[in-house]
């Protein structure tokens, strides 16, 4: 089994920047990839950001270029920096693990984009 962290959440002006962490815990070595995900109350959850155990990243047309996803093995960490936030990106962020015997979700993070 493996465990997930979020932190860094919280409110920020339209324009500016956050980076969210997600600490994994548990079976490491058997994740395969991570990722982030948001959620709108009333939407689907969206895939924003994903990075596999080979560093090969993909992300949501509507992050690119303003997102960018890292991961640390040797703290087990990954990082989601977020730049030239604005009001759409308001959601609760959720990191997810996928591992060689199933996913795993974070508990997830608030993250308020003030106009």
């Known amino acids: 089994q493996v465990q997930l962290v979020e932190s860094g959440g919280g409110l920020v002006q339209h324009g500016g920047s956050l980076r969210l962490s997600c600490a994994a815990s548990?079976?490491?070595?058997?994740?395969?990839?991570m990722g982030w995900a948001r959620h709108v109350p009333g939407n689907q959850r969206e895939a924003v950001a994903t990075?596999?155990?080979?560093?090969?990243?993909h992300y949501a047309d509507s992050v690119k270029g303003r997102f960018t996803v890292v991961r640390d093995a040797t703290k087990n960490t990954m990082y989601l920096q977020m730049n030239n936030l604005i009001p759409d990106d308001t959601a609760v962020y959720y990191c997810?693990?996928?591992?060689?015997?199933?996913?795993?979700w974070g508990q997830g993070t608030q993250v308020t984009v003030s106009s």
């Open positions: 990075i596999t155990d080979t560093d090969y990243t």
């Open positions: 548990g079976s490491t070595s058997t994740i395969r990839a």
């Open positions: 997810s693990a996928i591992t060689t015997t199933g996913g795993y």
